[in-house]
């Protein structure tokens, strides 16, 4: 069994046939999976999603990408969505130093925000950090941010990063960007994860894993970057799909 911890199955991009992907899903052994709702309009589709499925959690927050459309009205949204006892964290909130779709200095101060809302709430956070190594580490160490836990997503990171952020508690999630060809940096970081912190995602409809690279990802394909994953650390599948469940159910703190 398999656990997708990172899919945005709200996507438009699955608009035609999402309930397809989702029984695909379960049909591949994903038997739970996290949809991240990163903006308003995401949040409120992922709360219809885990109504509807009972395999189907989320995170709500607010994207770097959408930091310049934070207001009062919507961490406030936010905070309330948070209270639904299938949202698991605050997320995905970070900085994007690539694209830049919001200003720098307001992509800080909205994750600030959010890093103290998930400390009222007693909640794990999920990090976005893309280009932006250093200064995603250093807020979320100067807002006490890690007391909770949580996961740093889709990580692109060296091995010696991935051991300070270990350090402090949190799990480490690879997509199928670990799969490329060109990844050897990203394999020297997975292989330097310890099997109890390791997470794996899909990141859907984004970064789909060989053999699927071109295509549209789901959440049936998280079980291609497990696979290759578990070959690069020498244990079998089932073993991997295992361990990394029950890491996810940990870091997630959902009831195994």
């Known amino acids: 069994m398999w656990f997708d911890t990172h899919a945005h199955v709200d996507s438009k991009d699955f608009d035609e046939d999402r309930a397809e992907v989702i029984e695909r899903a379960k049909q591949a052994g994903v038997t739970r999976f996290v949809n991240v709702g990163c903006s308003r309009g995401s949040a409120k ?9 009972d395999f189907i959690y989320g995170t709500v927050g607010l994207h770097p990408h959408d930091a310049k459309s934070m207001t009062d009205e919507l961490l406030e949204e936010i905070k309330g969505w948070a209270a639904h006892p299938k949202i698991l964290a605050i997320g995905e909130i970070g900085l994007d130093f690539h694209y830049d779709y919001s200003p720098r200095e307001v992509q800080r ?27 995603c580490f250093d807020i979320l160490t100067e807002e006490g941010g890690w007391a909770n836990g949580g996961i740093y997503h ?103």
Request: glycine share 4%; aromatic share 8%; charged share 30%.
């Open 45 to 53: 589709r992922t709360m219809e999603l885990v109504e509807r499925y």
């Open 154 to 256: 889709c990580y692109s990171g060296s091995a010696e990063m991935a051991a300070d952020i270990l350090k402090n508690g949190f799990y480490i999630s690879f997509s199928g960007t670990v799969t490329f060809k060109n990844a050897d940096k990203l394999r020297r970081a997975a292989m330097a994860v310890p099997l109890d912190r390791l997470l794996i995602e899909t990141d859907c409809p984004y970064l789909s894993p060989q053999p699927y690279r071109g295509k549209r990802n789901e959440p049936a394909h998280v079980a291609a970057t497990g696979r290759a994953l578990a070959e690069l650390r020498g244990i079998s599948h089932e073993e991997f799909a295992k361990l990394t469940w029950e890491n996810a159910c940990r870091a997630y703190r959902i009831q195994q």
């Open 109 to 135: 101060e909205v994750y600030r925000r959010q890093i103290r809302l998930a400390l009222d709430l007693a909640m794990p956070v999920a990090i976005h950090d893309r280009e932006a190594h250093r200064e």
